[in-house]
T-cell receptor, first 114, second 112 residues
C-alpha cells in the first residue's frame, strides 16, 4: 500500500498562475482533508470531504477549491496564486469508522509563490 | 487567544535526559487529545492518543488535566532519534468530521 501520496513535492508559481495539487489514497478511507502549514504555525484546515461527491470548507478556504469525484482522489486547486499561499500543503485521510480514528498524512507539497 | 498553545522551544537536552512538554487548550468541550510527531520537512505522524486516566507507551507518558485544560508529554531516557517537533492536537466532538486543531509545536533537540 502506498498510503497517501501527493504530487508534486515542490512547485514555484508566479503570482496569478493556477495549479492543482494532487492527493491520492489507496486505503479506501472516506474522509480526506487538506491542510496548510506556515513556518512556526500549526496546521490549518483548508477543505475536507466525508466521501465522494461531498466537500466542505475548513478554517482557511479562500483562494482554494476542491473536488471529490472518487474515493481515492482529492485534488486542491489554486486559481490565482498569491504570495500568501506560499506554504507546505498536507493531504490527510482517515477511515471514519470511529469519531476519533487516526488521520494519516501525505508527505506534503512545498509551494512558493513569487 | 490560540485554541491550542505550546511552548515553541527549542528544548535542548542530552541523551538520557527526561523532558516534559505542556500544552493548553481553550475549548473546554474538547473530547479527544493527541500528540503528533513531525520530523524536519516531513509530515506529522501520530505519536499517541491521550486518555483521561493518562497513558504510557514505552518511554512516552501522556497525561490530561481537563480541569486545567492542559495536556502533557513526558519523554524518559531521551534518544537522538527523539529530536523532532511535537504537536499537541485537540479535537472537539463534531460528529464524524473529526476536526483536529493543531498547536504550533514544541521543538526538541537531543544531543550526544
Amino acid at each position: 500500500n502506498a498510503g497517501v501520496t501527493q504530487t508534486p513535492k515542490f512547485r514555484i508559481l508566479k503570482i496569478g498562475q493556477s495549479m492543482t495539487l494532487q492527493c491520492a489514497q489507496d486505503m479506501n478511507h472516506n474522509y480526506m482533508y487538506w491542510y496548510r502549514q506556515d513556518p512556526g504555525m500549526g496546521l490549518k484546515l483548508i477543505y475536507y470531504s466525508v466521501g465522494a461527491g461531498i466537500t466542505d470548507k475548513g478554517e482557511v478556504p479562500n483562494g482554494y477549491n476542491v473536488s471529490r469525484s472518487t474515493t481515492e482522489d482529492f485534488p486542491l486547486r489554486l486559481e490565482l496564486a498569491a504570495p500568501s499561499q506560499t506554504s507546505v500543503y498536507f493531504c490527510a485521510t482517515r477511515s471514519g469508522r470511529t469519531s476519533t480514528d487516526t488521520q494519516y498524512f501525505g508527505p506534503g507539497t512545498r509551494l512558493t509563490v513569487l | 487567544r490560540k485554541e491550542v498553545e505550546q511552548d515553541p522551544g527549542p528544548f535542548n537536552v542530552p541523551e538520557g535526559a527526561t523532558v516534559a512538554f505542556n500544552c493548553t487548550y481553550s475549548n473546554s468541550a474538547s473530547q479527544s487529545f493527541f500528540w503528533y510527531r513531525q520530523d524536519c520537512r516531513k509530515e506529522p505522524k501520530l505519536l499517541m492518543s491521550v486518555y483521561s486516566s493518562g497513558n504510557e507507551d514505552g518511554r512516552f507518558t501522556a497525561q490530561l488535566n481537563r480541569a486545567s485544560q492542559y495536556i502533557s508529554l513526558l519523554i524518559r531516557d531521551s534518544k537522538l532519534s527523539d529530536s523532532a517537533t511535537y504537536l499537541c492536537v485537540v479535537s472537539p466532538f463534531s460528529g464524524g468530521y473529526n476536526k483536529l486543531i493543531f498547536g504550533a509545536g514544541t521543538r526538541l533537540a537531543v544531543h550526544p
